[in-house]
């Protein structure tokens, strides 16, 4: 199984980005999904999930209403679209993925089965 983030970058305050995560090696349809971030010394968080079929999402309140968690099934893909960006945002942001679980669940790092390795995401003032 491979899981493999990419699109992140540097930005100034108030830009947008777009991280893609691109799952190989299982069914991608049966896997709930999630994207966690960690900054420097602090630890990592579960930010949004997505369950299975893309039909229910959820937020941490850190991100709500400025982040956007999706999924295409066909393509293998989950994206995080991240608007309104502030410096706080700054972190390595992770793909998780864990098979047959709610979605609310997956922001228990104990449940995660597979992560990206990650892509840095950097907000500068």
């Known amino acids: 199984v491979q899981v493999m983030e990419s699109g992140g970058g540097s930005v100034q305050t108030g830009g947008s980005l777009r991280l893609s995560c691109t799952a190989s090696?299982?069914?991608?349809?049966?896997?709930?999904m999630a994207w966690y971030r960690q900054a420097q010394g602090k630890e990592r968080e579960g930010i949004a999930a997505i369950s299975w079929a893309g039909s229910h999402t959820y937020y941490a309140d850190s991100v709500k209403g400025r982040f956007t968690i999706s999924r295409d099934n066909n393509k293998n893909t989950l994206y995080l679209q991240m608007d309104s960006l502030e410096p706080e945002d700054t972190a390595m942001y992770y793909c998780a993925a864990a098979p047959n679980l709610d979605y609310y669940k997956l922001f228990d790092k104990e449940r995660v089965h597979y992560w990206g390795q990650g892509t840095q995401v950097t907000v500068s003032s």
């Open positions: 090696g299982l069914t991608f349809g049966d896997y709930a």
